[in-house]
């Protein structure tokens, strides 16, 4: 990878070697156990930290609880003594490397919540030896590293670069994608110091093909929103082209696969009903906030955030009309929710839209059921909802038939055949579908 460095090793530069060094994850969720499991493969020992003791219960007992990570593959480095988990920080005595991994949340004012770091770091400090090499995963705004962290560590007396190592290096996991895991995406790292990177660097060389250090712990915190504002700002853009072609009657999907022919310098996004997950509703919020403090308002990725969360709305205004030409209001409709995962194939709630068009047809009355094969139950106002099947009579019953994640399970065909009336975030009823119902596309 061009930029990228490949290791040279010389007797002064190893500093961690399997069979002798151990490595602490602190975190041990979608980022935390893969990572894990990685410099176990490797040869080191790890010892997993988690405040969650059915985390650390689960690991010990040789069980995984991450889909991207089967328990045949987790199991026998638990077995060999290799991999461990424990709540205890006090094992960080025991160890030479220590990675962050905890979450990244934002609260309810849409400020970053880093809360999750500095407990973690509160309790590192207390342990913190002298070589210990810490590395922060964890999303987050540009100067956490060296601007909050690093005062933190260096309370100890220690000085950074020296008795210490402090670096960066942004998690890329994508769950459930099937070609990228953790050891084949590019590992960015960026140190407090020259030293601290290179340091960074080696460890990573063991655990990921390929590594990239950069000049500054700043670069590798930012590179890692860019990537994500990057989605929030052209999903914003497909978002904002659905809602204009809406009025232009044009099919906004015949469009973006007409322009996906574009050998370069076009990447297709697709509109939605809103989007979900931890990371890209999050992210950009982390860049807007850091930016507002140095007085720079970024009011294109604002925007972008905008129209994103304005989808739910736009969803409920669609299914409203749709009902009006049926002669039907949402009070009182039978409305079936197709997918409340927030993204196809994965059983991953968090932010999903799904839930929130799922609220604001509930305060208009509407008599609402959910179908999703990833995700059994969910809370909806005050009460759980059971994920239904779909089944013919279902469909047949339901005044409006609402697909917000397109799952590959569904079938595709009898819902079209079936239902009355579908709105469809997605385009998941391609038009060749033999369809007795009514299809009204975002
Ligand atoms: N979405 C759209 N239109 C699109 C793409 C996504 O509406 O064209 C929606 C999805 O339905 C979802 C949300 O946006 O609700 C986020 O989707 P995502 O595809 O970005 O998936 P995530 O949230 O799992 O993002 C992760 C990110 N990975 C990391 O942060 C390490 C992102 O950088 C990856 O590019 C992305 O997975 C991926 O490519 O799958």
């Not at 407990?119 to 590395?135: D, P």
């Not at 799922?358 to 009460?383: E, N, T, W």
Request: glycine share 6%; proline share 6%.
């Amino acid at each position: 990878m061009r930029g990228a460095q490949t290791l040279e090793k010389s007797s002064r530069d190893v500093h961690y070697t399997p069979g002798e060094t151990t490595v602490a994850i602190i975190g041990l969720g979608y980022v935390g156990l893969p990572l894990a499991v990685e410099f176990a493969s490797a040869g080191f020992k790890c010892i997993g930290i988690d405040v969650d003791p059915r985390k650390v219960k689960s690991l010990n007992a040789q069980s995984s609880y991450i889909p991207d990570v089967p328990t045949e593959q987790m199991a026998p480095f638990v077995q060999s003594g290799l991999l461990s988990a424990t709540r205890d920080f006090s094992a960080l005595a025991d160890c030479d490397a220590i990675v962050i991994c905890v979450p990244t949340p934002l609260r309810k004012t849409k400020d970053p919540d880093i809360s999750h770091i500095l407990s973690a770091c509160s309790k590192i400090v207390k342990h913190l030896k002298s070589g210990h090499l810490i590395i922060l995963e964890s999303t987050t705004y540009p100067g956490t590293t060296d601007e909050v962290i690093l005062p933190i560590f260096e309370e100890s007396g220690m000085k950074v670069g020296e008795s210490f190592f402090l670096a960066f290096s942004p998690e890329r996991v994508d769950p459930g994608n099937p070609e990228f895991k953790t050891r084949n995406i590019c590992k960015i790292v960026g140190g407090v110091t020259p030293e601290c990177t290179k340091r960074a660097v080696e460890l990573y060389g063991h655990a990921v093909d390929t590594v990239l250090p950069v000049s500054s712990s700043k670069v590798a915190e930012m590179a890692k929103l860019l990537e994500n504002t990057y989605r929030s700002v052209n999903i914003a853009l497909a978002n904002e082209l659905a809602l204009m072609c809406h009025r232009l009657n044009i099919d906004v999907w015949e469009v973006i696969d007409a322009a996906a022919t574009k050998p370069f310098g076009y990447q297709a996004f697709y509109p939605g009903p809103g989007i979900g997950g931890h990371c890209i509703p999050l992210d950009p919020y982390y860049l807007t906030w850091k930016a507002r403090l140095s007085g720079f308002e970024a009011k294109f990725i604002g925007l972008a955030a905008e129209i994103n969360s304005a989808m739910p709305h736009h969803v409920v205004d669609i299914v409203s009309d749709a009902l009006n030409t049926d002669g039907k209001c949402i009070n009182g409709s039978r409305i079936l929710i197709l997918g409340v995962a927030y993204k196809k194939n994965v059983g991953d709630t968090r932010e999903s839209p799904a839930l929130e068009v799922m609220d604001l047809l509930h305060i208009k009355g509407a008599r609402l059921s959910y179908s999703d094969p990833f995700v059994p139950a969910i809370a909806h106002c005050g009460q759980e909802l059971k994920s239904v099947d779909v089944t013919p009579e279902l469909l047949s019953e339901a005044d409006c038939v609402v697909i917000i994640t397109n799952h590959s399970d569904f079938d595709y065909t009898a819902i079209a055949s079936h239902a009355k009336l579908i709105v469809d975030t997605r385009n998941a009823v391609k038009n060749n579908l033999g369809r007795n119902a009514r299809v009204v596309k975002l």
